[in-house]
């Protein structure tokens, strides 16, 4: 039997409950030969269970730990153990379409590509509605007088824009930017630039990840025929929770964010970074807090109510990331 030449390496994203949809996806989706290692980051006990179960019935290596883990934590212990030319990080959350990783390895040979990333939909109705095809990011300077400041820029092609509408726009391309919700990677690139960088928690490891490799001169390709969907809750299990919370705390997030610009020599007042702070939690408010505001509510906006649920919620965070004692 032929070896195959791509490892996916799959990893909590921020919930588990998706779990056995995404595996089941990828095993009924994918003709293309993989290897395949999976990172189950503290999960609860019936998809431990579950996994326990796929990984003998299934022969892919499964690494647990009985705590969380931050995404490149994650990447890392099953980047460790890759031994192919390629690697796909993929998270848990993920709905792959037929064909996905044939399309995303064509584009790799034929390209020489550093990064591919495939077309990322989002949404409970799969591909709908487009979350990421391709996009920009890079540092500039910006001067002013005798003073020069640096800069990061970012922006997404099509985000949010339904699929059928703009599918014939759609073409194979140059990136600058990609996303680990899915993407493939010459396994090579990692003797140049190392580990993927754990002192980024919870945000901007993919920017930090694309900025890297295109420093080296590495390059990154779209490939609009490789599709995925990323499947975000709600529905949360209760289980979910715990790790949601934590994933998307302040905590994580004022370390990642303060991490990376250091990394990237950007001042804390920099447009880009102060609009991340100005978002801190957003996820969870997304996820959990505006439904509650909107059910409390009736559907309509509460100018008192909001502020008084979003401290308590800041203050629930802050105390629940203080009882958790990560082992990073």
């Known amino acids: 039997m032929t070896k195959p030449q791509v490892t996916l390496v799959v990893s909590p994203h921020e919930r588990f409950s998706y779990t056995r949809s995404s595996l089941e996806s990828i095993y009924e989706n994918t003709n293309y030969p993989f290897s395949l290692i999976y990172v189950d980051g503290g999960s609860p006990s019936n998809i431990k269970q579950y996994l326990r179960s796929q990984a003998q019935k299934r022969e892919f290596k499964l690494i647990r730990t009985e705590h969380y883990l931050c995404s490149n934590q994650a990447r890392n212990l099953g980047l460790r153990q890759v031994e192919t030319e390629y690697v796909v990080f993929i998270n848990n959350d993920i709905h792959v379409a037929p064909g996905w990783l044939e399309n995303l390895m064509q584009c790799a040979q034929q390209t020489e590509a550093t990064i591919i990333s495939p077309l990322i939909c989002i949404g409970n109705n799969l591909q709908q509605k487009i979350h990421l095809a391709s996009g920009e990011t890079w540092i500039y300077l910006q001067v002013k007088g005798d003073k020069i400041k640096r800069n990061l820029y970012e922006q997404y092609h099509f985000i949010n824009c339904p699929l059928a509408e703009v599918k014939t726009q759609l073409q194979r391309q140059q990136s600058k930017l990609a996303q680990f919700h899915c993407l493939l990677v010459r396994n090579t690139i990692f003797d140049k630039i190392g580990f993927l960088d754990e002192g980024l928690l919870s945000t901007r490891e993919g920017i930090d990840f694309c900025l890297s490799i295109t420093q080296l001169g590495g390059t990154i390709y779209f490939e609009p025929t490789a599709v995925v969907n990323y499947v975000p809750g709600p529905p949360f299990h209760l289980s979910d ?79 629940f990331t203080k009882c958790y004692s990560n082992p990073i």
Do not use: C, T, V
């Not at 919370?245 to 990237?264: G, N, P, Q, T, V």
């Open 241 to 319: 929770i715990p790790y949601f919370m934590l994933r998307w705390s302040d905590a994580w997030e004022i370390a990642s964010l303060k991490h990376f610009a250091a990394k990237w020599n950007l001042k804390q007042d920099q447009g880009y970074i102060k609009q991340l702070y100005q978002d801190l939690g957003e996820r969870r408010h997304q996820a959990f807090l505006h439904p509650l505001l909107n059910n409390l509510s009736f559907g309509r906006r509460n100018s008192w109510l909001e502020p008084i649920l979003l401290s308590a919620e800041r203050q629930l965070n802050h105390y």
